[in-house]
């Protein structure tokens, strides 16, 4: 499945849980109803400004810092092909995403890499 799929099934299961359609949903937050279609649909990539994707996920109702606003935000990096802002921003975990990115290929690491990792995580 594409990324963009990914993250537009995502943005229209949280406006069908909001009870909105797509052009209640533009009318109340004025958003364009064909972008957000497209969005939607997988056919337009997020925003790439962080201000929009936020009145976004705003308007979806998602809380700043829950489990669904940092999804809604991985998604939209995911999309766009990119590492979020977040984890860019700490050396400690730059410096394991080769790690990562072996791990997920399905290479094999040791425990002491994987507990490693493991706990840089969750110091992040």
């Known amino acids: 499945m594409k990324p963009k799929i990914l993250f537009g099934e995502f943005f229209?299961?949280?406006?069908?849980?909001?009870?909105?359609?797509?052009?209640?949903?533009?009318?109340?937050?004025?958003?364009?109803?064909?972008?957000?279609?497209?969005?939607?649909?997988?056919?337009?990539?997020?925003?790439?400004?962080?201000?929009?994707?936020?009145?976004?996920?705003?308007?979806?109702?998602?809380?700043?810092?829950?489990?669904?606003?940092?999804?809604?935000?991985?998604r939209a990096s995911a999309c766009k092909g990119e590492i979020p802002i977040e984890i860019m921003k700490d050396p400690e975990l730059v410096n394991k995403l080769p790690l990562i990115f072996r791990t997920i290929r399905g290479k094999k690491i040791s425990d002491r890499q994987l507990d490693d990792l493991i706990e840089t995580i969750r110091k992040s």
């Open 12 to 74: 229209k299961k949280k406006r069908m849980e909001k009870g909105l359609t797509l052009r209640s949903f533009c009318l109340k937050n004025g958003f364009d109803p064909g972008n957000i279609s497209r969005i939607e649909r997988g056919l337009l990539a997020p925003s790439s400004s962080l201000e929009k994707l936020g009145e976004y996920a705003a308007a979806l109702d998602l809380k700043p810092g829950s489990e669904d606003w940092i999804e809604f935000f991985d």
